[in-house]
């Protein structure tokens, strides 16, 4: 990963897309690459001295009862790795998203500091959405994103 990272920063200058290697999506195909890698996400943003602050992850964990998350993702790391998944079902749900191609299709045409404004603008509708609503509304949202999490558990037991 690291490797194929610095592969792509070392062409990011260029002159054509397929030169700076535009659209290569690096994913972790490796279980213990991706558990490390979600162990320094939680050892740096889950913490039970945060859980009187609101927006945390230790917080979020505890407001919708999600006890089988802990900060050691190696004897958790399902439920780390769901309890991650939710803020991309939320940010999906806040922006109409049914699914990846919901996504505006000129995007790949805007130039990087477009796609960095576009990011901007759908990160803080987001933002507006989760951390500026009144409780009862935070709630609402909270709630439909577990039906939609629970609904997606019960079709991956019945397989």
Sequence with gaps: ???????ISS???GLTPKDRLDGVILQLGDWHAAVKLLSMIYSRFFSGKSDVDSCTMFS???LINRWN????????YRANRDFESR???AAMKVLGFKNQ???PSNLQLLQKSQKLKCLDELAAKVVDQF???KSSAVNDIVDSVLTEQEKDDVL???K
């Excluded at 998350?69 to 958790?76: A, E, I, N, Q």
């Design 131 to 133: 951390v500026f609503l």
């Design 69 to 76: 998350v802990t900060g050691d993702t190696h004897l958790s």
């Design 101 to 103: 191609s919901s996504l």
């Design 87 to 89: 803020v991309i079902v």
């Design 156 to 158: 991956q037991q019945q």
């Design 60 to 62: 979020d964990r505890t």
């Design 1 to 7: 990963m690291e490797r194929a990272v610095n592969v």
């Design 11 to 13: 062409v990011a200058n």
